[in-house]
């Protein structure tokens, strides 16, 4: 095709663009094989014509004439003109007023009809991302999926077509509610969290007015960068006063959109009463913030499931505290399991005595299950990995090396109450045994727990280094928050352990019993 561009170039046949004293000649634009030729006659248009139809003649390339269209303009009116013939078998159809083409994707007639392309472009785009959420996608991938599937629809448009603050806010709009409608993101939660990038504690779906604001920058740069390079550009950018969407004629131009940072975003999540807690408590020195957003990095969880979290953090849960104080509900507060003290989200997911024995303990057994059995892989006790939830440790694992104790009493030559740990490892060999107790508190008893735990196990440390004459005997605690919040102890100890990588798998065993802990007290009745 670049040879046929430089024959239409070489013409005199196109289109004087005029702006104050400078002016260029247009015949034609091209991309790949859409062709669209500009003349100021019809005559000149005749002439363009026949030269490409030499040179298609001249390569056998043949054009769709069905789809060629022809739109006579003057002075910004389209005019009725007859069909344009080409030979005796083959014209062109003329255009009229209120017709439309699509060039590009666009259409557009004597300019973009950008009422109507906003609006197939915004249902175009729900459509996919509905579809999207509608799938057996996991949270993680599906956010994935409308970032790079549905999000480009619009991304084309930014910079061709006239998008207002009002119309990307509806967009955004319109996608919570998606969000919300398939289960995907909480009514009450954060909506600053929905473009937050994971690692940050959002879900990650892209800034839709953002990207719009850097489409336009970076388009006006490219423009307004390239007028040394051809008169075409510098004709341009001199003629739009507001043609286009770039508004290349203004030396500062930006859309109006209220752009926030992330730091900004993450600013205004903290400052909101209720929903602030969550990011307040992983800005604490003592937590590992990048470690207590790895569940959503992964994105491995139902979004059902992540969206339910994501509500418990932000402390929107329709518990009774929260439908009587927040929701002004003319109900009883007390909690309608142990009926003891108000119904908070605290209480429900590690506070609540009715709760202990059954749930929480669940919960708990669950990461020491994980931790137990890696245990037992490492120093090859067992022979293969199984999932947690069918995984039954055995009391005593034991070969020439290392034996392994789960939740067994040890007794002692003195009287010791807290002589039940959940996990013993006697390293043999070493002369060394490791005291791992496993808790699962509230975000604010992270660190109370975890010197609670090293205090409450002290002297049974003593006591087995005496009794088993030990070289060493060291007590780790594996305290991580009820709602995934890793803090700096947990991560020590399980370098201690070796068990790094086993993260993640703990964190979310914990994040599953929450939800499942939290679903059922909410559909207990009283």
Not at 51 to 63: A, Q
Not at 80 to 94: G, L, Q, V, W
């Amino acid at each position: 095709m670049n040879p046929l561009s430089r024959a239409l170039n070489r013409c005199s046949y196109g289109y004087q663009l005029k702006s104050g004293t400078t002016s260029t000649t247009v015949a034609h634009t091209f991309y790949m094989d859409d062709l669209k030729l500009f003349a100021e006659t019809k005559e000149k248009l005749q002439l363009l014509l026949q030269l490409v139809s030499t040179f298609s003649n001249d390569i056998y390339m043949e054009f769709g004439i069905d789809k060629c269209r022809l739109v006579n303009l003057h002075r910004g009116k389209v005019l009725d003109a007859d069909s344009f013939r080409i030979n005796e078998r083959e014209e062109i159809r003329c255009m009229v007023e209120g017709e439309s083409y699509k060039y590009l994707g666009f259409l557009q007639l004597k300019g973009i009809h950008h009422t109507v392309i906003k609006k197939e472009l915004q249902g175009r785009f729900l459509h996919r991302v509905n579809s999207i959420l509608n799938s057996l996608l996991s949270a993680g991938n599906k956010i994935k999926a409308i970032n790079t599937f549905a999000v480009p629809l619009l991304t084309y448009s930014f910079g061709v077509v006239k998008w207002t603050k009002t119309d990307l806010e509806a967009i955004e709009r319109a996608l919570r509610v998606s969000l919300t409608k398939y289960r995907s993101h909480h009514p009450k939660s954060a909506t600053e969290r929905v473009t937050l990038p994971r690692i940050e504690g959002g879900i990650g779906v892209t800034d839709i007015q953002a990207l719009c604001v850097s489409q336009i920058q970076q388009l006006r740069q490219y423009f307004r960068e390239s007028q040394n390079r051809h008169d075409i550009y510098r004709t341009v950018c001199r003629a739009d006063h507001g043609s286009s969407a770039l508004h290349l004629a203004q030396e500062e131009y930006q859309l109006n959109c209220d752009l926030k940072t992330v730091e900004e975003k993450v600013a205004s999540w903290k400052q909101k009463e209720l929903h602030g807690t969550h990011p307040h408590q992983l800005e604490q020195a003592q937590i590992d913030k990048v470690a207590s957003n790895t569940w959503l990095v992964r994105g491995e969880l139902f979004s059902e499931t992540e969206s339910f979290m994501v509500a418990i953090q932000d402390r929107v849960v329709a518990t009774k505290n929260y439908r009587r104080y927040i929701l002004h509900e003319n109900i009883e507060d007390r909690c309608r399991k142990c009926n003891l003290v108000g119904e908070s989200i605290e209480h429900v997911v590690a506070g609540c005595q009715a709760l202990a024995e059954i749930a929480y303990l669940g919960r708990h057994n669950a990461v020491a299950k994980i931790v137990h059995q890696q245990l037992a892989l490492k120093h090859d006790l067992v022979n293969q990995y199984v999932p947690c939830y069918k995984y039954l440790p055995d009391p005593v694992l034991e070969n020439s090396c290392i034996k392994l104790y789960w939740d067994r009493e040890i007794i002692t030559d003195v009287l010791i109450r807290a002589n039940r740990p959940d996990i013993v490892v006697y390293d043999k060999r070493m002369k060394r045994a490791t005291i791992i107790d496993i808790a699962v508190p509230l975000d604010r008893n992270l660190q109370s727990t975890f010197s609670t735990k090293i205090t409450k196990y002290h002297d049974l440390a003593e006591e087995l280094k005496q009794m088993w004459q030990l070289e060493e005997v060291r007590i780790v605690p594996v305290i991580i928050s009820a709602t995934g919040i890793v803090p700096c102890t947990l991560l020590r100890s399980l370098d201690e352990l070796e068990l790094r990588r086993e993260l993640p798998n703990i964190q979310k065993a914990v994040i599953l019993g929450t939800c499942n802990t939290v679903r059922r007290f909410l559909n207990h009745h009283n």
